[in-house]
């Protein structure tokens, strides 16, 4: 009798201590994830904000294009008169 006794007291704290640290893994595993989530995003975030600095670069350097066209033709004109 005294065995059986012994055997469940020590299922129940093995059980215990099981659960425990499956729970104590589950909460570690959720905050890294969480943790995870915000990195990704601050990089996506990061990743719309340089594209759209590329696209910015392009139109300006079209326009530095269009704006040295121009100034040439004016250059051009003034030597032709």
């Known amino acids: 009798m ?8 020590g299922l129940a704290g093995s059980a215990i201590g099981s659960l425990v640290g499956i729970l104590t893994s589950s909460k570690l595993t959720s905050y ?3 943790q995870l989530e ?3 995003q601050a990089h996506n ?3 719309e904000r340089t ?4 696209e910015r670069t392009e ?10 066209h121009r ?5 051009n004109e ?3 008169n």
Do not use: C, P, T
Request: no cysteine.
């Open 45 to 47: 975030n990061l990743i």
């Open 71 to 75: 100034i040439e033709d004016l250059e």
């Open 78 to 80: 003034v030597r032709q």
């Open 51 to 54: 594209y759209k600095l590329e």
């Open 59 to 68: 139109l300006q350097e079209e326009k530095i294009k269009v704006a040295n």
């Open 32 to 34: 890294r994830l969480e």
């Open 2 to 9: 005294e065995g059986i006794v012994v055997a469940l007291i």
């Open 38 to 40: 915000k990195r990704v």
